[in-house]
């Protein structure tokens, strides 16, 4: 396991939560961590928990990092069903998201972060809040029936994971955020650069 190197914003937000006293507690930062496989690439610690929408201050952010030579790459609410949408064979990105909420500590979120894009004809785009890109379960789960098309994202992803009900698969997205669009890995290490430089 390794320690304090991170993808971009990820390590942009722990190095300023290290280094200013306003910002919530960084106490740790590992990559290729000893977390719950699928979003085990960089692992944030905080103490206290990060406040934000939820009913919990988030202790443990757990993150999946997916980066492609091409930003061509396009996605909707079904590839988060398609084991090839994360080059796997076996599990998807929502399968690997309900073994982590399982397995991992309270308290935890879980992130992928990927350079592939939201199509802009696909319902997901609707979900993604722009405060800090969480799947928006106020919308999606709005007590509409299967036919609405929040109703068709719940039964597609629903039964992918077996879930006998909405409230189960709730309690799953309801960690869940999707960074996409995600700027190439030079023009982050240029900022990475920039931001140690100017924070002394």
């Known amino acids: 396991m390794g320690r304090a190197r991170l993808p971009g914003a990820i390590l942009l937000d722990s190095r300023v939560g290290l280094r200013d006293p306003e910002q919530h507690f960084v ?8 977390g719950p496989k699928g ?11 990060k406040s934000g929408r939820r009913s919990f201050a988030v202790e443990v ?3 999946q990092v997916k980066f492609h030579v091409s930003q061509e790459g396009r996605f909707g609410y079904k590839e988060l069903t398609n084991p090839d949408f994360i080059h796997a064979t076996r599990f998807s990105i929502l399968e690997r998201l309900k073994e982590a909420v399982e397995k991992a500590p309270t308290n935890s979120t879980f992130t992928l972060v990927t350079t ?15 405060k800090d890109r969480s799947i928006n379960v106020e919308i999606l789960f709005d007590g509409t029936t299967d036919r609405s098309w929040t109703g068709k994202i719940r ?4 039964e992918h994971l077996k879930l006998s009900s909405d409230e189960e698969l709730k309690t799953i997205v309801d960690t869940f955020h ?11 290490r240029d900022e990475v650069n920039f931001t140690s430089v100017a924070s002394g």
């Open 27 to 34: 106490v740790e930062v590992s990559y290729e961590a000893d």
């Open 39 to 49: 979003f085990d690439d960089v692992v944030v610690r905080y103490s206290p928990g």
């Open 61 to 63: 952010a757990h993150h």
């Open 116 to 130: 592939d894009r939201i199509r802009d004809d696909d319902d997901l785009r609707k979900l993604i809040t722009s």
């Open 155 to 158: 039964k597609c992803w629903r």
């Open 178 to 188: 999707i960074v996409e669009g995600h700027r190439s890995l030079e023009e982050m």
